[in-house]
């Protein structure tokens, strides 16, 4: 019963986010013909959008969209971009204290060690399921990587090759990693590997 419940709120929270996901869109494109519409206004600083109002609204924009990525990717990095928004916004349009914009660039320092040394390369990848058949030299044209490889080698030939040089299990979900790519064997049939994901990090 509890595994029937956990993914029947998965599924819900998963709609629920690309509901706000989709309102907050159709929000953003609303204001971006309302601030297109009144783009006439900038030289007259009495009137919607002067100059300051042009930058914030923005900005705003911007924030938002990142926070649809946000909601609809669930990686680390969009959440590092939005906070990065949140606080350039902060700093740009508050003028402030100057103590004030001295907390928000050590701030953006501090998000900027937290993605050097702190995320995992694999943070941010794109994946790709290949037949374990499939040559290695079509799997870099089309995945534009540079996975190193012998003669006319298939995933299989290399997968195996590798692991058996690194003293690794060949089993269901064995991964190899390779410097900025990884290898994971998706699936077996009778002992044999027939499908294997291309892990490629894009950070």
Known sequence: MKK???????????????????????????????????????????????YDDL?????????????IRMLYLHTPMTVFEVL??????QI???????????????SIAVLFATRKFLFVSFDESER????????????NRILHTNIPYKNDETLHDLLVRKMSEH???IGGDACLYMQNIGLRIAKMKNGKITRIEVIRSIQ
Request: aromatic share 8%; charged share 15%; glycine share 6%.
């Open 4 to 50: 029937y419940a956990d993914a029947f709120l998965r599924g819900l929270t998963t709609a629920l986010e690309l509901i706000i996901a989709a309102l907050l869109a159709g929000g953003i494109i609303i204001m971006t013909v309302q601030l297109i519409l009144s783009f006439g206004n900038l030289m007259d600083f009495a009137k919607y959008p002067n």
């Open 55 to 67: 930058l914030t609204a923005c900005l705003n924009l911007i924030i938002g969209v990142e926070m």
């Open 84 to 89: 990065l928004f949140a606080i350039a916004r």
């Open 92 to 106: 740009i349009i508050d003028h402030s204290a100057p103590i004030n914009t001295l907390v928000g660039v050590i």
């Open 128 to 139: 790709m399921i290949f037949r374990s058949s499939q040559k290695v030299r079509y799997v």
């Open 167 to 169: 003293e690794m299990e």
